[in-house]
């Protein structure tokens, strides 16, 4: 059973920038696709970006030029990283994994607030 383990979450003003990770239990080469989802409180679950296997990469319309999703295999681990944070960013963030089954973790909670 594959697991993933978000962190990296935490509280921090606007404007600032936090690097979230996603550690898999196998190596983040064997997935077609890894991305990042957010669930801010009371809405639904919203694709953030994401990274294939060949290494394109592709970004929700509000994170392009914020947020930088980037892979290390050789540590089983896909970061996201964020600049210029903004209290709409405030949510659960999720980590995807996917090979033919999709794969999630609990998630991690990323706060924006002064």
């Known amino acids: 059973q594959v697991q993933l383990v978000e962190s990296g979450g935490g509280l921090v003003q606007p404007g600032g920038s936090l690097r979230l990770s996603c550690a898999a239990s196998e190596s983040t080469d064997s997935f077609r696709r890894i991305g990042w989802y957010r669930q801010a409180p009371g809405k639904q679950r919203e694709w953030v970006a994401d990274i294939y296997k060949d290494g394109m990469t592709n970004y929700a319309d509000s994170m392009k030029g914020r947020f930088t999703i980037s892979r290390d295999n050789a540590a089983n681990t896909v970061y996201l990283q964020m600049v210029s944070l903004k209290p709409e960013d405030t949510g659960v963030y999720y980590c995807?994994?996917?090979?033919?089954?999709?794969?999630w973790g609990k998630g991690t909670l990323v706060t924006v607030s002064s």
């Open positions: 995807n994994a996917f090979n033919l089954v999709n794969y």
